[in-house]
């Protein structure tokens, strides 16, 4: 069985995923103030975090080692309003792309879930 990265396109597809998201990112009066000025590093990040999750290469854990998902978003405070801001853009996104209705479950599934689990504040 083929992993979903390949199932949905490999580099390109993750590529623009991340694009779309961070273009919601960009212009969200919530999320925008939680990132650095310059997006690209963030975007880069999430682009290799996802293609390695998804089945692709292990570029992220090359780079920077294990992901650590939460002890990484530990200085950023994020409660309600910021889970709930960055799952609005990351669903937009993967809905956006025109996936079959398997592999969009499967990533809006996943995508929830980490939302959830990278909440660290009240609010």
């Not at 992220?60 to 309600?80: E, F, K, N």
């Not at 809905?95 to 599934?109: I, R, V």
Request: proline letters at 6%; zero cysteines; aromatic letters at 10%.
């Amino acid at each position: 069985m083929s992993s979903l990265y390949e199932r949905v396109g490999g580099e390109l597809f993750f590529t623009e995923l991340v694009g779309r998201f961070y273009k919601g990112v960009a212009a969200d009066p919530v999320l925008r103030p939680l990132y650095p000025e310059e997006l690209d590093a963030p975007k880069q990040h999430l682009t290799m975090f996802l293609e390695q999750y998804w089945g692709g290469p292990r570029t992220y854990s090359d780079q920077r080692g294990h992901p650590r998902l939460r002890m990484r978003h530990a200085p950023v405070l994020i409660g309600g309003a910021e889970r709930d801001a960055w799952l609005r853009h990351m669903a937009a996104a993967v809905k956006a792309a025109g996936l079959d209705a398997t592999d969009e479950q499967e990533l809006l599934e996943y995508f929830e879930m980490a939302a959830r689990s990278l909440e660290n504040a009240s609010g």
